[in-house]
T-cell receptor, first 114, second 113 residues
């Protein structure tokens, strides 16, 4: 299957700082990528749809100024958690749908804000 | 609107026994249905999908699922479970013309030796 690579896999940051998470499609081009958040032992919540060369589309209730998404190329989307707080601690996962049917997911990023 | 229900939080089976993980869905239109598996602190791995055609679909690692339109179900099955199948399983649905996936709450499968 297609490969989606996410980096870093784990990050610890201090409250008030910003953290950038990268999502790359390694063997295909992705005009659209998706960012999810997952709480412990819970389902995935779609945060936003990342569109190459244009603004991201955020789901209702997701603060676009807190979760900045940039999709500057056909193989890279980034999620920046700005002014992070402990409540932003979570597991963040990106995905893409290269063939038009099933989605492929990155390995996920465990963010801990202390 | 679309939604997915996984009625069981946990499924426990003995190794070698059949495994079933239940999923029902609600969608306005023709569904694309998927099963994914997640191991601790990892992303989701694709297992199988139903798009159209044969109602019984076979996927990775010996898993299969049956699409039942009248019951709006897409249960995941494996004839003989392995300890290594212990993981968190998600059912997901979307429409053919919308890439947004809706996930079930997930079912934790524990296979005991």
């Amino acid at each position: 299957g297609a490969v989606v690579s996410q980096h870093p896999s784990r990050v610890i940051c201090k409250s008030g700082t910003s953290v950038k998470i990268e999502c790359r499609s390694l063997d295909f081009q992705a005009t659209t990528m998706f960012w999810y958040r997952q709480f412990p032992k819970k389902s995935l919540m779609l945060m936003a749809t990342s569109n190459e060369g244009s603004k991201a589309t955020y789901e209702q209730g997701v603060e676009k100024d807190k979760f900045l998404i940039n999709h500057a190329s056909l193989t890279l989307s980034t999620l920046t958690v700005t002014s992070a707080h402990p409540e932003d601690s979570s597991f963040y996962i990106c995905s893409a749908i290269p063939g038009g049917t099933e989605a492929f997911f990155g390995q996920g990023t465990r963010l801990t804000v202390v | 609107a679309q939604s997915v229900a996984q009625p069981e939080d946990q499924v426990n089976v003995a190794e070698g026994n059949p495994l079933t993980v239940k999923c029902t869905y609600s969608v306005s239109g023709n569904p694309y249905l998927f099963w994914y598996v997640q191991y601790p602190n990892r992303g989701l791995q694709f297992l199988l999908k139903y798009i159209t055609g044969d109602n019984l679909v076979k996927g990775s690692y010996g898993f299969e699922a049956e699409f039942n339109k009248s019951q709006t179900s897409f249960h995941l099955k494996k004839p003989s479970a392995l300890v290594s199948d212990s993981a968190l399983y998600f059912c997901a649905v979307r429409l053919s013309n919308d890439y947004k996936l809706s996930f079930g709450a997930g079912t934790t499968v524990t296979v005991r030796a």
